[in-house]
């Protein structure tokens, strides 16, 4: 019963990615495709985190904090690059 | 507590974490604009996976007894982080000139930062020379 309900988790969780997946291919402007983007990052942290628990096993769990910081840091220079048109400015004046 | 009571209370949990984050995800589809697409993009879906995280946190941590680290930072780091990165991806698409749904009846930012057209025209000026 516990491995069902496991499952039927992890198949939501595949749902939820494709439908932002559609938002990222569809999106009108840029910052539509780097919330999906970073949907996608947050659900794959949550599928993670169940699929260990299916498998009853605590070595995928380094993957979860890693996601989490990979997630973060794109997202954070997508919105620099959208709003200032380079993710990393010089400073050479 | 013995093993079938974890199992419930770790399967309610990430149930209810897994449905949160679907309906984040319909409404990242349904809802008309980017500013309103911010609110289930992040709020939302930030809730659904810390509930996950969590029932992950008791499962190895009753049934295993492996009090996990790593998840407790990965829980803390996106609580923190992803409302952040809400507020800036939605503050990159107001400063870049993406237009509001045609609904919308008040902009309290607009005679501050210019209208659409122009912080459009401003921002592709940008893009052009970027490190002026």
Redesign the interface.
């Known amino acids: 019963?516990?491995d069902v309900?496991?499952l039927?988790?992890l198949l939501?969780?595949t749902?939820?990615?494709l439908?932002?997946l559609?938002?990222v291919i569809k999106g009108p402007?840029?910052?539509?495709r780097?919330?999906?983007l970073?949907?996608i990052g947050?659900?794959m942290?949550?599928l993670i985190?169940?699929f260990?628990?299916y498998m009853?096993s605590?070595a995928y769990?380094?993957a979860?904090?890693l996601l989490?910081?990979l997630?973060?840091i794109g997202?954070?220079a997508?919105?620099?690059y959208?709003?200032?048109?380079?993710a990393i400015?010089?400073n050479d004046d | 507590m013995n093993v079938t009571t974890i199992?419930v209370i770790?399967?309610v949990l990430?149930?209810f974490?897994?449905?949160l984050?679907?309906i984040?995800?319909?409404g990242?589809?349904r809802l008309p604009d980017?500013y309103t697409?911010?609110h289930a993009?992040?709020k939302s879906?930030?809730l659904?996976?810390l509930v996950?995280?969590t029932?992950?946190f008791m499962?190895?941590g009753l049934e295993?007894g492996?009090f996990?680290i790593?998840?407790v930072?990965?829980i803390v780091?996106?609580f923190l982080?992803?409302p952040?990165?809400?507020h800036?991806?939605?503050?990159?698409?107001y400063?870049?000139g993406?237009p509001l749904d045609k609904r919308t009846v008040q902009d309290d930012l607009e005679p501050i930062l210019g209208t659409q057209e122009e912080r459009q025209a401003e921002?592709k000026e940008?893009?052009?020379?970027?490190?002026s």
């Open positions: 019963m516990f309900v496991l039927i988790s939501l969780l749902l939820s990615i439908v932002g559609y938002r402007s840029m910052p539509d780097v919330y999906a970073d949907l947050i659900n942290i949550a985190a169940v260990s628990i009853r605590t769990l380094e979860v904090l989490g910081i997630a973060f997202t954070v997508f919105a620099k959208i709003e200032r048109g380079v400015e010089r | 199992e770790v399967s990430v149930l974490g897994v449905i984050a679907l984040s995800a319909f990242l589809v980017v697409r911010s993009a992040t879906a930030t659904g996976v996950t995280l029932g992950a499962f190895f295993e492996f996990s790593r998840l930072l990965g780091f996106v982080t992803a952040v990165a809400g800036l991806v939605c503050r990159a698409a400063r870049s993406v921002n940008r893009h052009r020379r970027p490190h």
